[in-house]
Every structure is written in C-alpha cells, then in structure tokens.
C-alpha cells in the first residue's frame, strides 16, 4: 500500500536560529505575513526564541496527528538573482536554503527535502548534486518570483543534469498571488517544453489553472502540452481555495490525465479561510460541508473535502509511485 503524500507543502522562516532564511521587508508588512505565520501555527515571537526549525516541528506534529496523509514534501525556496549570479535580496521575496532544510527535515520521519536552486547560480549543476545526495526528491521553481525564463535554452545542461539524476521539477504554472509582485509571464506553461524535451519528469504546480498568456487561458495551453508530452504531471495544490472556483472539477474532468495527477495542499494556505468547505456549498450537500467542517486537522480536512469534491483515490497515492517512497519508510 503507498503512503499518501503532500507533494507541495511550504515552510517559512525569518533567520532566527542561523537558519539562512529570511522574508522580504515587504512582505513582513503584509498582511499575508501574519496570515501565512498563524496557518503554521507559530507567532514571530516563537521563531526568535525557539529558531525557524519550530515551523518543521509544528508541521510534523500536525501530519503526526492525521489519520489520512502519511508525509509532506517540504519545500525550499531559492532567491532571484543579481547579475553576477548571486542571491539578490533586494529582488527576493522569500529565500529557504537547501542546506537548513536538508539538515531539518532529518529530525522528522515525515518529511521530506524538496530542492530549489535558481538554475542561474554559477555553481547550480554542482549544488544539484549536492541537493540529490542530501536527499532530494524533487526540485521546486516558482519562476514569476525567482526570475526564471524555462524556454531559457541556458537551461539545458541543468534540465539534462536532473534527468540524469531522476529528479522531477515542480514548478508553478499560471498567475501568482501570494506575493507582494510576480513575472506572472514566466508563469506560462509553453515554457515547460524545453525541459519536457530534455526528459525531465515535470509536475506543473496548480495545473495552470488559472490567467492567460498570448491572448488564450494557461489552462488551455497546458491540456495542449499535455497531449504531447507524457512526462508532464501537474499537482492539484490550491485549487479548492475560494478565489479558484471550478478549477478543480475542471481538472479531474481530464480523466486521461488522472495517472499524472499528483495530491498537494500548498500548505500553509490551505489552513486559511482561502480553503473552507463552505466555499464549495453549490457542489456539496450542505451534510457533507457540516461533516468537513468539523474535522480540525488541516491535512485531514483537505484531503477529505478533495475526495469529496470527487478527486479519484489514484491521485491521492501517486505521489508516492513518483517519487518512489514506500509507508515503512
């Protein structure tokens, strides 16, 4: 039997504990800030007491605590860069470094290392190896924020690198809202072909389900894509949340697709009031809203209200047959 597992689950981190991280000034003004922070379940105050490794043992306790999902591939985040090819603070949003997440995640069973390197760093093949050897199952891009062009033909020898290593890419296709600006142009799935070229295993995050590019929806442009390339998977993160209405039904409609269909929470918005049952009333019976209602465990009430919302029980499980992780593990 395979574990059920959360393939796009985020951390968070201010730099408290020598952790390398940091959050932009601008984005610690929002109110997302505060709002991502409490969906963890941490104040700034236990960050600078206890270290950012409190927002990893927050998220292991609570996938401890559900009786559904198994384990949650946690995601690190690299910066944009300046043009000597370096993190460029003043352009970056969030940065989680590989090597404190690397190191965090060993203390919990049930997670698991997800890689992000800017594939512009001088040194990006050589921290991809390093990435695979602490245990990488994946590589996480979030191009609109990161500044990555992925029909970049640059890019190839870092694309023919990863499909050396069996490493798949996940990353963000369609608009960005979660952060204060985005390039939501890099966003576009056409600019998944180069790598999907290359051989690399590709899971396009929200299945560009929502903006457009060149006058047509992403959404349409990604189906595209998807009958001509068999390696390109997408995940089904987000879209429950209020401001995606439909989307997910649209997806799962796709029944050719379900096999590349991938269970993910984008946590921590799903533990936000984006992701309510009681925003789906005019697709559930108002029994089944109350039941999920009062389930309390975050992943738990995910994953149920996914079923609920008809989400078949392959998807659930093919995180797993991907990334090649067994339950006794």
């Known amino acids: 039997m395979h574990p059920i597992i959360d393939i796009h689950c985020h951390t968070a981190g201010i730099g408290s504990g020598n952790s390398g991280c ?9 109110w997302k800030y505060r709002v991502y922070l409490n969906s963890f379940g941490v ?4 960050l600078l007491h206890h270290g950012d490794k409190l927002v ?8 401890t605590a559900s009786g559904k999902v198994d384990m949650a591939v946690v995601l690190a985040m690299d910066g944009a860069l300046d043009s000597q090819g370096k993190l460029d603070q003043s352009c970056t949003e969030m940065y989680i470094p590989n090597d404190f997440l690397a190191e965090a995640v060993k203390q919990h069973p049930n997670l698991r290392f997800g890689a992000s390197i800017n594939p512009y760093r001088r040194d990006a093949l050589e921290l991809l190896d390093k990435a695979v050897e602490a245990g990488a199952v994946l590589m996480k891009w979030l191009p609109s924020i990161q500044h990555i062009d992925l029909a970049d033909k640059r890019l190839v020898p870092f694309y023919q690198r990863m499909q050396q290593h069996g490493l798949p890419l996940l990353t ?8 204060t600006c985005a390039r939501n142009e890099l966003g576009d799935p056409h600019r998944l072909r180069l790598a999907l070229e290359q051989g690399v295993t590709v899971i396009a995050a929200h299945a560009a389900a929502n903006g457009s590019n060149e006058g047509e929806h992403n959404f349409s442009r990604f189906l595209r894509l998807c009958d001509l390339h068999k390696n390109l998977h997408a995940d089904i993160s987000a879209l429950t949340q209020i401001n995606r209405p439909g ?12 096999g590349r269909l991938h269970y993910g929470t984008d946590m921590p918005l799903t533990n936000t ?7 789906h009333l005019t697709r559930l019976a108002p029994w089944t809203v109350a039941r999920l209602m009062t389930i309390k465990n975050p992943w738990d009430r995910d994953l149920e209200l996914k079923r609920a919302l008809g989400v078949p029980e392959e998807v659930f499980s093919n995180p797993a047959r991907l990334l090649k992780i067994q339950k006794d593990r």
């Open 172 to 179: 963000h296709t369609g608009d960005e809202a979660s952060f």
């Open 273 to 279: 009031p984006l992701v309510s049952p009681l925003g």
């Open 43 to 46: 104040q700034e105050h236990e």
């Open 56 to 63: 990893l043992e927050r998220l292991s306790a609570s996938l």
């Open 22 to 30: 940091f959050i932009s000034p601008d984005l610690r003004k929002s």
């Open 247 to 258: 989307q997910l039904h649209r997806l799962i409609q796709q029944h050719y697709l379900h």
